[in-house]
């Protein structure tokens, strides 16, 4: 690769705006009668929401061992339990299911909450 081609990609690319990665954790375990029911009202249209778009969902079972890659304030005891992480770092949770409409609003506060903080996270609603 030419030098004046890489000198020009190493300029674009390093004044890209880093991104966080910023995931939903879904604590859960096998038999959780709220957990079924998120399944079944929200996990269809989760992934094609501004919400799911802004942050992924990533499952976890309360009973296995935390991935290395996480670092949450404390355990997850009720399911399900909502985290919301920026970098693997938990920056605000939920815990329960307060059912489809809460759920919404309750989300779309921690994310606000999380734009607050993280520029390269403002404007997830436009997503």
Not at 72 to 95: A, C, H, N, S, W
Request: hydrophobic share 45%.
């Amino acid at each position: 690769m030419p030098t004046l081609l890489r000198s020009i990609m190493l300029v674009v690319l390093t004044a890209l705006p880093a991104r966080a990665e910023v995931e939903l954790l879904m604590g859960e375990e096998a038999g959780c009668i709220w957990c079924a029911r998120w399944n079944s009202e929200i996990a269809p249209i989760y992934p094609k929401s501004p919400e799911g778009q802004a942050a992924p969902l990533r499952r976890v079972d309360i009973h296995a061992p935390m991935p290395a890659d996480l670092d949450l304030d404390g355990g997850l005891v009720v399911t399900p339990t909502f985290v919301l992480v920026k970098d693997g770092t938990e920056i605000d949770r939920m815990e329960g299911y307060p059912g489809e409409e809460f759920f919404w609003a309750l989300l779309d506060r921690m994310l606000d909450g999380a734009a607050e903080t993280t520029p390269a996270f403002q404007g997830w609603r436009d997503r």
